[in-house]
């Protein structure tokens, strides 16, 4: 007898069972059913990477009520919305970044401007200004005493000083804080003098800016107008490292998960990144800004920081790429002089020139809000498809390009020119002096002219 | 400040101490685990960083993983091999997926040497199929000329049509009808769009496309006089061609002509297409066979395949479109290797002329000449055979109403349907249809919601016309080097567009002496000994 079976499929198994139920999928992983697998993968993939650049609106919002260029920012601790800004025009403003509201507002906080603001703990905040005053603010509605807003805010105590002071910045722990001005100062709260002075000596010049170390938080580091950049500790109350560099450097800022990590935004249009264990050259140049770099933030994860310019681009970068950063921009967005991660680090913040704080998302096509889990899954499959096609032409390209303002884009394309101009003479130069006279010297050791101990 | 030197160093592992066991034998701890055991820091992020345990791979790495131990980068040596780690993993466990397959494809086994299997005749498969199973077999009494049919891509839904203008769309297994038009005019094909929802009809003059429902939608005015129509679903592309002899695609989607090939054969009345890279077939009043691409204005393939007029062609799709059948008027029927086009893989006489010819998705071949349809299988059909001795017949079916103009197997379904000049046969044919379908291609059990999801996900997967190639697997490979070089000497010479600036800017002396001008138009892929010798003496002179 010869055997016969007939193919039939078996209504049951793939109807539902009950109306309403999910109609059952079957699947089959034999390649020949699935003709064009790769090709109708790139496409996908094209798709999203159109799809990134389609929703990337990382413009959220700004925030307004100073009358003048923003100088300084500072984020509370342990708060994912209260963020202190100052003014050229002596006003000083915490705002909510997610009401959008103010928490407090000190229109004439300082005479002239404010030049450096932190938090001291939750509820009180430490401000200087070219007024040669640090004062410190309770910024609550209602204070301890029961007295509501007025109209003119009053501090809860002014620390003078002989100069005006340029940064400041309070200790981790300790009811400590350091100003820096022609030299850098370490005060105790309940003091109204200065508990020591921190200089390196021989040194003669202003300092710009100063920071605690955050995991190590009897260290400081400081960067001066003679090009300098310098470690102190205040427990032997000593400068303990100098660099001088090639150019000055405009901010600092710390790494919150790397200790011995800190970032430096130069005037060279440059970013660096140092090991404080090697001064001698700087692990990482991000490379990117068209003009001086005049602030910079590191994302509380440690892994991304933000950096704002002079060109009046803002900067997202990835600790250890030195090229491509995120670039957003705006036409009403002046001169970028302060930046700041949000503590949940899927926020930016920069004020500017035009006297406004814009927040902006942290990755640009992001979605706010809540996302199913289909949404995410769709999501983290469309990004594993850019990550896997990224070397395809037409993807990278969509991937990698950022469209900037003409005059940024212009004056990109003048540095490239000048510096391959110079390159050229540098090469030229070399091939007819002697043969060895003069070597390539690497651009990471061109950064550090001097180390100083 | 030493101390955040100190600090800063990465942490290392407490000290070893020696352990004191009291019961006085001394356990050898050499093993990893035990080091890492005293690594807080380890331990402690261990715990957050990996994989859970039911996510984790338990068998080893296959053998035979590439390694690129020449590649100096470590992370990117890392990540390579990694990659390729899980790609080998991966294709070892696609075998184990194959246990998840749950339905049986159908067969005819004969026990012994006597028992043919292509004595079995229709009744017997009606009676040993199932009771589902046996609805595939059916006769459909039309008048109105010979019959074409097609099946969507999920085999579950038919469109007819006569030569004199009937055509029919339904679902013929609830045997609902979907729309039913007397078009009063000559059509000669008809062919679904991406699904049952639109259809194609190559009609006297023109191609017009219907919807579901019959409602003429779109009156194609480029393609005149069509006499075949081919969907290529992944590229959403019309392909017809017509008595003036030329392939015109259609995108759907856009509507937009994307290509027009003059083919210079004149009038074609064959056509298939290859489902595994999208290349359209045509076989010409003269014999040839070429196979043709969007981008490309001349065939990509030309091959000299009948003696007469191609009447008939069919591409396997079970090999992955590696075997192609072609048959002519001259009686013969032709099984093609599409890798290599030096001679058929078999070829055999058949009675009655020109035949139709159909792959099944299991690889079976069904070949309606004269009054039957024959049927063969797979391995035999595959395998070179010199002589011209028909191979083992799977099965046949006599139709006793000439012309038998189309043959079309059922996707998933152990059925082929028979179109003649009396309506449509459908016999069944055991073992013809890939039993287990994928639901994220094609599901014979799809809903409405199903269908209309389906639609958008794959336009938007559509694949752009110009990526069509004859390898279909070209659009994830590495650029091949380039064959040709300009290499004179073995010395590559740089195009002046990619040099380094500073050799830009170098300025050109003596670029027009006479002998350099003379060895320029001398230099080419070719070495010869005068030209090289010139060369020489061209350095002593210059040196």
Known sequence: MVKISVLQHAPSAHLPNRPGDPTPTSRNLDPLMHPFAKARERTRALNAAKIERIFAKPFVAALEGHLEAIETMSRRPESLTAVASGSWDGGLIVHDIAERTHLMRANEAHKGKVTGVCFADEHRLLSCGVDRNVKLWDIREVDENGAGPSESRKPLSIFPGKTAFNSIDHHRSDPLFATASTIVQVWDETKSAPISNLTFPTSIETISVVKFNLAESSVLASIGSDRTFTLYDIRTGKAERRVVMHMRSNALSWSPTFPTSVLLASEDHSLYTFDVRSLNTPTQIYKGHVAAVTSCDWSPTGLEFVSGGWDRTVR??????????????????QRVTSTLFSADARF????????????????????????????????????????????????????RTRHVPKPVYKAAQLKRTMLEARRVKEVRRRKHTRAGASKPKAERKKVVIAEQS | MDSLLAKADAIRPAPKRRKIDKDGHHKPSGSKQAENSHDKTLNSVARHTALPPSLRLTSP??????????????????????????AARQKALLKDAELLLTEEAGMIEAEGELEKTWRVGQSEVVQAAGQEAAKGRKEWVLDGGPYLSRYT?????????????????????????????????TC??????????????AQKKYVFI????????????????????EFLPYHWLLASVGNAGWLKYQDTSTGKVVAEHRTKLGACNTMCQNRHNAVIHLGHQNGTVTLWTPNLPHPAVRLLAHLGPVAGLGVDPSSGGRYMATSGRDGTVKVWDCRNWKGAVREWKTRGGGAELEWSQKGVLAVATGGSVNTYAKPAIHSPFTGSVQPPLYLTHPIPHRPLISVRFCPFQDILTIGHSAGLSSILVPGSGEPNFDSS????????????????????????????????????????????????????????????????????????????????KQRKNVIDPKAVGLAGSCVLVSG
């Open chain 1, 316 to 333: 997202i970068w990835k600790e250890g790429a030195g090229t491509r950063p995120e670039v957003y921009h705006t036409k009403r967005m």
């Open chain 1, 348 to 399: 930016v913040m920069s004020g500017s020139d035009d006297g406004n704080v814009r927040i902006w998302k942290a990755k640009a096509s992001e979605k706010l809000g809540v996302i199913t889990t289909r949404e995410r899954a769709a999501i983290e499959y469309r990004d594993s498809l850019k990550e896997k096609w990224k070397f395809d032409p037409e993807v990278g390209k969509i991937q």
């Open chain 2, 61 to 86: 790495p296959p053998e035979g993983v590439k390694k690129y131990n020449h590649i100096a980068n470590k992370k990117l040596r890392t990540q390579l091999t990694r990659q390729s780690t899980l």
């Open chain 2, 153 to 185: 891509r999920n085999g579950r839904h038919m469109a007819i049509v006569g030569k004199k203008g009937h055509v029919a769309t339904f679902d013929w297994q609830t045997a609902t009808m979907h729309s039913e038009l007397q078009l009063g005019e």
């Open chain 2, 188 to 201: 000669r094909d008809i062919t679904f769009l991406h699904d049952h929802s639109h259809y194609a009809v």
């Open chain 2, 210 to 229: 219907y919807d579901r429902d019959g409602v003429e939608l779109h009156r194609l005015k480029s393609h005149i006089e069509p006499t075949r129509l």
């Open chain 2, 441 to 520: 291609e094609a599901d014979p059990f799809e809903n409405k919601r199903a269908r209309r999801e389906r639609e958008v996900k794959n336009l938007l997967d559509k694949i752009q016309p110009d990526a069509i190639t004859l390898d279909p697997e070209f659009i994830s490979s590495l650029a091949p080097e380039p064959k040709l070089t300009t290499a004179v000497n073995d010395k590559i010479e740089v195009p002046y567009a990619q040099l380094p600036r500073l050799e830009r800017l170098r300025k050109m002396r003596g670029k027009n002496k006479s002998l350099k001008r003379y060895l320029r």
